[in-house]
């Protein structure tokens, strides 16, 4: 098992290029969720999903959209980059129900300059 | 709405100390988590936390749940320097699986 994967590992854009952040699991799990890290702030949930073809907001949504069009992938995308989304990106997955503890993928740095 | 604090921020201890960090939340869970990151790492999971009084322990650290207080602690005992990470804790909500909600993170540094 691969667990959780994310591509690409690292970006840099310019403001105002879009692009899509793709994460994979391969635990057939229910629910992922995508977070941003910004030194000091802790993890910020972006947005988030319970099941294929459904999505939701976190506490972050502004900036970003979701797709959830398979079960194993959750993708975030920007679709007009600034340089306030330059983070660390981090995807995370787990079953429904249980004890729901998530597996987090290694994560992506995204620049925007 | 679910906030969760973590004191200290930063911690510096030297190797052989014992130290504890702790994490508050402000509304009613029954599930607690913590984690473990090192730098340009991703997070590692160290403990699950289900009921009221749990505790956990793995090697040099051990983890408890106090839901009455909206308590949890991570215990260090005879820190070494491979201790040294950012450790988080995360809280669902009462509602079962509801988005983890995180702490900003104890950004521990252990010195010889």
């Known amino acids: 098992n691969a667990g959780v994967t994310q591509t690409p590992k690292f970006r840099v854009l310019k403001t105002g290029q879009s692009m899509t952040l793709l994460c994979a699991q391969d635990m057939n799990h229910e629910y992922m969720y995508w977070y941003r890290q910004d030194p000091g702030m802790g993890l910020r949930l972006i947005h988030y999903s319970v099941g294929e073809g459904t999505t939701a907001k976190g506490e972050v949504p502004d900036g970003y959209n979701v797709s959830r069009l398979k079960k194993q992938n959750f993708l975030l995308g920007l679709e007009s980059a600034a340089p306030s989304q330059t983070s660390v990106y981090f995807c995370?997955?787990?079953?429904?129900?249980?004890?729901?503890?998530?597996?987090f993928g290694p994560g992506t740095r995204l620049t925007v300059l | 709405e679910l906030k969760v604090e973590q004191n200290p921020l930063f911690l510096s201890m030297q190797e052989g100390k014992n130290y504890t960090i702790y994490c508050n939340y402000s509304?009613?869970?029954?599930?607690l988590y913590w984690y473990r990151q090192d730098p340009g790492k991703s997070l590692e999971s160290l403990f699950v936390l289900l009921s009221n009084g749990a505790v956990k322990q793995e090697g040099r650290l051990m983890a408890s749940l106090d839901t009455k207080a909206r308590l949890s602690t991570l215990h260090i005992t005879a820190a070494v320097h491979d201790l040294s990470a950012t450790y988080f804790c995360a809280v669902v909500g009462f509602s079962g699986n509801t988005p983890l909600v995180f702490g900003k993170g104890t950004r521990l540094s252990v010195i010889a």
């Open positions: 509304t009613t869970s029954d599930r």
């Open positions: 995370a997955s787990t079953i429904a129900g249980g004890p729901n503890e998530q597996f």
